[in-house]
């Protein structure tokens, strides 16, 4: 089993930025693929960005390209989604995730976080 464990979630501006962190605990080393997803309210959950653990092959949401960035520490089971030029359509709870097989940007992720919130203010 592997737990995940988000933090760095928050109110902000439009324009502002905030940095989620996401450390893995268990067996992290069955982890394949690691990510963030997002649900806003009466809206489906979306694919933010993952990433493959050992190649480093990332995949973004077009919504989010160019905004925001995820990263990986393997030495510390970590991913982190750096978000820049936020706008209050990324309001959300967002989710970590992360993945036994691939490939990353289409597999069914069957480890969650319990989900950190993210307020866009206008």
């Known amino acids: 089993q592997v737990q995940l464990v988000e933090s760095g979630g928050g109110s902000v501006q439009a324009g502002g930025s905030l940095r989620l962190s996401c450390a893995a605990f268990?067996?992290?080393?069955?982890?394949?693929?690691m990510g963030w997803y997002r649900q806003a309210p009466g809206k489906e959950r979306e694919r933010v960005a993952v990433?493959?653990?050992?190649?480093?092959?990332?995949s973004y949401a077009g919504s989010v390209k160019g905004r925001f960035t995820i990263s990986l520490d393997n030495a510390k089971d970590s991913v982190y989604l750096e978000m820049n030029s936020l706008k209050p359509e990324d309001t959300a709870l967002y989710y970590c995730?992360?993945?036994?097989?691939?490939?990353?940007?289409?597999?069914?992720?069957?480890?969650w976080g319990q989900g950190t919130q993210v307020t866009v203010s206008s």
């Open positions: 268990g067996y992290t080393y069955t982890i394949n693929c």
């Open positions: 990433i493959q653990r050992y190649s480093g092959e990332i």
């Open positions: 995730a992360a993945n036994n097989g691939g490939p990353c940007p289409a597999v069914e992720y069957n480890y």
